[in-house]
């Protein structure tokens, strides 16, 4: 099982930018996908970003995003570091939450690269204010 540990959190201003890391114990080489969700205080935890593993001949993963980051965060990975990567631009108020990267479990066809998500990491804090 892999257990996975967060960072790069902390408050930044409407505008700015922050970059999170999904540091893994193990490798993440055969990981079907990881994610990234978001939890704000009163709300449910809401799946903003995937990435998958290369198939075959492919030369890059799939990736995914929900509306409400879309066209602002990308989410990146590094194989050799065990490590996913979300950078995050043009933070909003509303983005404030809790993030937390997950591994893969079952196929089911979900908005999150197809997948259901198991193994969280404790999540790191990103509070968007002036």
């Known amino acids: 099982q892999v257990q996975l540990v967060e960072s790069g959190g902390g408050l930044v201003q409407p505008g700015g930018s922050l970059t999170l890391s999904c540091a893994a114990s193990?490798?993440?080489?055969?990981?079907?996908?990881m994610g990234w969700y978001r939890q704000a205080p009163g709300k449910e935890r809401e799946g903003i970003s995937c990435?998958?593993?290369?198939?075959?001949?492919?030369?890059?993963?799939?990736?995914g995003y929900s509306d409400s980051v879309k066209g602002r965060f990308t989410i990146s990975r590094d194989r050799a570091a065990n490590t996913v990567y979300l950078q995050m631009n043009n933070l909003q108020p509303e983005d404030t939450a809790t993030y937390s990267c997950?591994?893969?479990?079952?196929?089911?066809?979900?908005?999150?690269?197809?997948?259901?998500?198991?193994?969280w990491g404790p999540g790191t804090q990103v509070t968007v204010s002036s």
């Open positions: 193990g490798s993440i080489l055969n990981m079907n996908a």
């Open positions: 990435i998958t593993k290369t198939y075959g001949d492919k030369h890059e993963a799939n990736v």
């Open positions: 997950a591994t893969a479990g079952a196929y089911s066809g979900s908005d999150l690269c197809g997948y259901e998500y198991e193994d």
